[in-house]
């Protein structure tokens, strides 16, 4: 399915028949051609189930082995003709579907640079991948081994336990030997450890990777083979660069996108919404890195920020002491009825004018030349200035979350109880709840965005935006927060105007 | 304490049998896992002349896992630290099974041969040792002689 958020399912794939008849009856309407195009956070995305992605990677491995067959047969023809002996063949290594496993995990899933790897050199890709030992050390060693297989008359000794026992002795390509009781607590300390496609031959130095057939066949007790089956599959999801976990608690939902970027997906099953390129809350439009950066500075620096910033304020004009229990930020104070924004603490007329600057940091133009303590001390004002203005939006976001709860609450009881109206005809207050979420969130995380910026036009282009996104929310809150007493009409235009904001700044800054 | 692996055994036996030069092993009375050892700084090193003890402990699952080693005497050297910790790959992520206590050992003396301050565990000795080798070498020679020589 697309991933448009749980309103716009209608655009899903698998009801594409319907879209058609729509785009052809209605060709006026762009948008839903090409949404892709016109919404700059567009990202496709499906949700797999752990047997869905078994089978995924199963296919990339069967098709490797597939193509590399063929390469190899082409390469035997050749030979045929040449020399007519086919023994030659023995020589080379068979891509078997465990090998190709390792060649696709060890090349993050792209199969035509294996491909093409195995073309121009399969030898140096094996060696590459830790398929085979590097050239001079196998040699030698492999004569070791011939030498101490000849003499089959005396016991072999295995090197790690030494033990003497002539049976069950395993070897990877590098043809280092060692009995199979030995192989079996290797693996169990390596697995205990977390470690899965990662195991190594025992031997000193050898870099020679375990594969999944060679491991299952030496370990035989169920739960371990299981703990390694997890691991190794977690290895690979990991690995490919189309596959993300879902990181909610307990979910076992696999996300994939065919074109990974760092966009907004959500799980279907625990409804977590994450960023895919980075796994954690999705942050439109600040970048991976950069969100990285910030909410680890806010993790360092939050009991500073908390301390300075108590959780009340006085009101500007009568001083009485507020509370703040809604989300929106156009203040009114109960006392005095003075408007006034609860960031800057300015006149809130000044807000709806052109000249709202309350999200922009102005920064000290003599700063250069002051001391290092005051340096700080306007670093510390400017992190707070960005840092005030995140936790304030993100704390607006849980309060409308309640107010959400409430409307929702309130149309049941319009409707089931008091008869006025049919569910239809509230829809619009719940559209327009989640429509001040969406715009909310993607306000709160243009802080960090703002924050890491160089002062330039881009920039003053970039805090107009948001200045302007942020003042139609404020208005959207405003509204919400009084539908009642206002009207329907208003709303519907305000929510408007609020996704236009949103979308301009997305479609200028948001650069994935 | 269950039987000891008969890898433990032939070990032991051939650290008694042919020690290695300048190094001994001896298993504790009541712990053959634990280990009793004693190094002699290698000639031509700042530790020459010296004799290092060191503790070396055979975890549950050795030879799968690395044995726990640490010196006991204090020693100036940029791979070990103020606890006697030691920053040697085949103790960690490079362990084999198939490497023994004579050849951690080997190793050891090697580390104490051939300082390398580029991956230090002990970092103020790390940087003396980059950047004036000479005052490094001097502290070296000065901390074996006060810890590695009196018994």
């Known amino acids: ?512 | 304490m269950c039987s000891l692996p008969r890898r433990i055994i032939k070990e032991t036996q051939r650290l008694m049998q042919e020690p290695v030069p300048g190094i001994s092993a001896v298993p504790d009375d009541n712990n053959a896992r634990y280990f009793h050892v004693i190094v002699t700084g290698p000639e031509d090193s700042p530790f020459e002349g010296g004799l290092f003890k060191l503790e070396l402990f055979l975890p549950e699952d050795y030879p799968m896992s690395a044995p726990k080693v640490r010196f006991i005497t204090k020693i100036y050297h940029p791979n070990i630290d103020r606890l006697g910790r030691i920053c040697l790959d085949i103790l960690k992520d490079k362990w084999s099974p198939a490497l023994q206590i004579r050849t951690v050992l080997l190793s050891i003396q090697a580390l104490l041969s051939a300082p390398n301050p580029d991956d230090p565990l002990a970092n103020d000795v790390a940087e003396l040792w980059k950047v004036n080798e000479a005052e490094a070498i001097r502290n070296a020679k000065e901390w074996t002689r006060r810890y590695a020589m009196d018994n």
């Not at chain 1, 760092?262 to 390129?277: L, V």
């Not at chain 1, 809350?281 to 970048?287: N, R």
């Open chain 1, 1 to 512: 399915m697309s991933g448009q958020g749980e309103s716009d399912m209608d655009y899903s794939d698998d009801e594409a028949g319907y879209g058609d008849y729509y785009a052809e009856a209605d060709t006026y309407d762009l948008e839903q051609v090409d949404i892709s195009k016109s919404d700059p956070e567009y990202f496709e995305f499906e949700c797999l189930s752990v047997e869905e992605v078994e089978r995924l990677l199963n296919e990339s491995v069967e098709m490797l082995s597939n193509s590399l067959k063929i390469l190899s047969i082409k390469d035997l023809n050749i030979y045929e003709k040449v020399c007519n002996n086919n023994k030659l063949l023995s020589g080379c290594t068979q891509i078997t579907p465990a090998l190709a496993k390792v060649l696709l995990h060890t090349h993050k899933w792209a199969i035509q640079e294996v491909t093409d790897k195995y073309r121009s050199d399969s030898q140096a890709l094996l060696v590459e991948s830790q398929i085979e030992p590097r050239p001079e050390s196998s040699t030698s060693h492999r004569r070791q081994q011939r030498s101490l297989r000849s003499n089959s008359n005396v016991p072999l000794i295995c090197a790690v336990c030494v033990e003497a026992t002539n049976e069950g002795y395993f070897r990877l390509a590098c043809g280092h030997s060692f009995c199979s009781l030995c192989w079996v607590m290797h693996f169990q300390v390596q697995i205990s450890q977390g470690v899965s496609t990662g195991i190594t031959c025992m031997a000193p130095g050898c870099e020679v990777l375990a594969t999944e057939d060679f491991a299952l066949k030496i370990i035989t007790l169920p739960d371990l083979r299981k703990k390694y089956q997890q691991f190794t599959f977690q290895d690979y999801v990991k690995s490919h660069p189309q596959l993300r976990f879902c990181p909610g608690p307990n979910c076992q939902v696999i996300v994939r996108a065919k074109l990974p970027k760092a966009k907004k997906c959500f799980c279907q099953s625990c409804k977590t919404a994450f960023c895919f390129n980075c796994g954690i809350d999705y942050h439109a439009p600040t970048d991976c890195v950069t969100v990285k950066k910030w909410l680890t500075k806010c993790a360092d620096d939050s009991e500073t920020a908390n301390y300075i910033s108590a959780h009340t304020k006085d009101c500007p004009k009568c001083h009485i002491c507020i509370e703040k229990n809604g989300g929106c930020n156009h203040m009114q104070c109960y006392s005095c009825k003075h408007d006034f924004c609860w960031m800057c603490l300015g006149d809130w007329k000044t807000h709806g004018s052109e000249y709202y600057e309350c999200s922009r940091y102005k920064d000290n133009p003599n700063i250069a030349n002051e001391s290092a303590h005051a340096q700080a001390r306007e670093a510390l004002k400017k992190y707070l200035h960005y840092y005030e203005r995140w936790e304030n939006h993100s704390k607006s976001l849980k309060l409308e979350e309640q107010h959400f709860k409430k409307v929702s609450k309130k149309i049941t009881g319009k409707v089931m109880n008091s008869g006025s109206g049919t569910w239809i005809d509230w829809q619009y207050l719940l559209d327009a709840s989640n429509l001040l979420a969406k715009c909310r969130y993607t306000l709160q995380y243009t802080y960090p965005y703002a924050y890491y910026m160089e002062p330039s036009s881009r920039k003053e282009l970039f805090e107009y935006q948001q200045a302007s996104l942020e003042a139609e929310i404020e208005n959207l809150s405003w509204k919400i927060e009084r539908a009642e007493s206002t009207d329907r009409g208003d709303l519907e235009n305000q929510m408007d105007v609020a996704e236009k904001r949103r979308l301009t700044l997305l479609k200028d800054f948001l650069n994935v």
